[in-house]
């Protein structure tokens, strides 16, 4: 169903399936607050599904279910198909980084008796944003000699919070007068971690006193921030949002709610006759850079070795695999926020409720840098949805020449496999407290399954 409010499929008795998957979706969405805690979360569904780490594998048939992990932080998942590999997979591809604010290498100082952690944030924030409200710090230090130190602090009842301090009204008259992209400006966002000196101690008594309980706590040094992957979060679970609880409000919808989607798909798919995948990747929200980001060789290095698992490898094969895939690039969409009606064009943007969205093109300007969806591939999947009652929508991200974005489309797009961005619309994108429609998550689900299923 094309352009509806989904809710009129899920009458009163069919909600309870709705409401159960969303605080399936919640649990994920509140336990993976980094990309490698998404990772973590994703391995124990995969194993709890009869999964095995490819690691394990000396050959692959059909009806096999494996893993591949890259680095802590991409997971791919594959049901292997009667198909041969060559002939092509469905996929299903995901980020689980998240925009939020990094500690620096060298960030602990103080000031005043203040103690704070110096941050670089990461991926496309409105800083003010991200000022005053209670943050958490995730990630992990690694040490000299290899061993990995776990940091978790903020999300348990009796752990404290941190948190970005803001001048209050009465002194903020010139602040005021600022344009918002410098009211909170980069370098100032530094988390207040500590206030309280040391006695007897001259040179920064209150840092200090960090430093004893880093060491104490963690067995860390200063120095050890140097090789750290800390990230500061917005501390706090995804909870229901309105009083007829229709939305969830979380950290990180943009893109968990698709990759928890599409995992599950997977998961929960029927038998295809195709390979079908579902992976989860790093890095999106700075460009798809780097070893963890979909431009890395990992994910084609991953059908390499299916093929050489299952039968006799060539690199003709694996070529030939991933050009005759067919991909959704599951990411979420901007959907219309009515107390900002301007920035859309009302017939060409999604509605929060209205199912699914997929995204033709992305883009900014005349599209540029976008992966401009066929309509061959386009049509078919209309009639996938149509056929298994699927509510979906087609939007663009706001009003031509207001702004633009991107997502992992158009690089596995370069291997001339047929992708297209489907996933979940989002009001607040990148914000602390991104919200979407229960309903859309649901749809998404079911949509990722038919895709899966028929594609
Ligand atoms: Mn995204
Ligand atoms: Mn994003």
């Known amino acids: 169903m094309y352009q509806e409010y989904a809710w009129k499929k899920y009458k009163d008795q069919h909600m309870s399936e709705v409401t159960k998957f969303n605080e399936e979706y919640k649990s994920f969405l509140t336990k993976g607050k980094t990309e490698r805690l998404c990772v973590r979360e994703a391995i124990q569904l995969c194993e709890a599904a009869g999964f095995k780490n490819i690691k394990e594998c000396t050959t692959i048939q059909a009806g096999d279910k494996v893993y591949a992990v890259n680095k802590h932080k991409n997971i791919a998942a594959f049901v292997v198909g009667e198909q041969p590999l060559s002939s092509g997979l469905a996929i299903l591809g995901a980020h689980i980084d998240s925009p939020r604010i990094d500690l620096k290498q060298n960030p602990l100082y103080e000031s005043d008796t203040f103690v704070y952690l110096d941050t670089h944030y990461y991926g496309g924030i409105i800083k003010y944003q991200w000022v005053t409200i209670p943050l958490a710090m995730y990630g992990v230090v690694i040490k000299k000699d290899g061993t990995t130190v776990e940091i978790q602090i903020g999300d348990d009842p009796t752990d404290p919070v941190f948190g970005i301090t803001d001048l209050l009204p009465h002194l903020a008259a010139e602040k005021m007068q600022k344009a918002a992209s410098k009211v909170i400006e980069g370098e100032g966002l530094d988390i207040l971690i500590g206030s309280m000196p040391v006695e007897d101690e001259e040179k920064d008594p209150s840092k200090k006193r960090i430093l004893n309980l880093l060491k104490e706590k963690y067995d860390i040094s200063e120095e050890d921030f140097v090789s750290a992957e800390i990230e500061i979060v917005p501390a706090g679970s995804a909870r229901d949002f309105g009083l ?7 950290y990180g919808h943009d893109d968990r709610v698709c990759a928890y989607t599409s995992l599950r798909a997977l998961l929960d798919a ?22 963890t980001g979909a431009s890395s060789l990992w994910f084609e290095n991953c059908i390499a070795e299916l093929i050489a698992l299952a039968e006799e490898y060539s690199d003709f094969k694996v070529r030939k695999a991933l050009t ?3 991909m959704l690039s599951s990411d979420v969409s901007a959907g219309l926020d009515p107390l900002y009606p301007s920035v859309s064009e009302r017939r060409n943007v999604a509605y929060l409720g209205k199912g699914i969205c997929f995204n033709k093109y992305t883009g900014s300007r005349g599209k540029s840098g976008c992966n401009d969806a066929q309509p061959e591939f386009i049509a078919k999947l209309r009639n996938m949805m149509d056929q298994d009652n699927i509510f979906y929508q087609t939007s663009e991200l706001g009003k031509v020449d207001q702004g633009g974005g991107g997502t992992i489309a158009y690089i596995l797009a370069n291997y001339n496999m047929n992708v297209i961005d489907a996933g979940v619309p989002v009001l607040s994108m990148h914000s602390p407290m991104e919200i979407v429609s229960k309903v859309d998550v649901y749809e998404a689900y079911l949509a990722y399954k038919t895709f ?3 594609a």
């Not at 007829?244 to 979380?250: F, L, Y």
């Not at 579902?278 to 070893?291: F, H, M, N, R, T």
């Open 244 to 250: 007829d609880r229709s939305m969830v409000a979380g």
């Open 324 to 326: 005759n895939s067919v």
């Open 270 to 291: 029927p038998k295809c006759a195709r390979t079908i995948c579902a992976v989860l990747v790093d890095k999106e929200e700075i460009g798809s850079v780097g070893a």
């Open 452 to 454: 899966l299923k028929n």
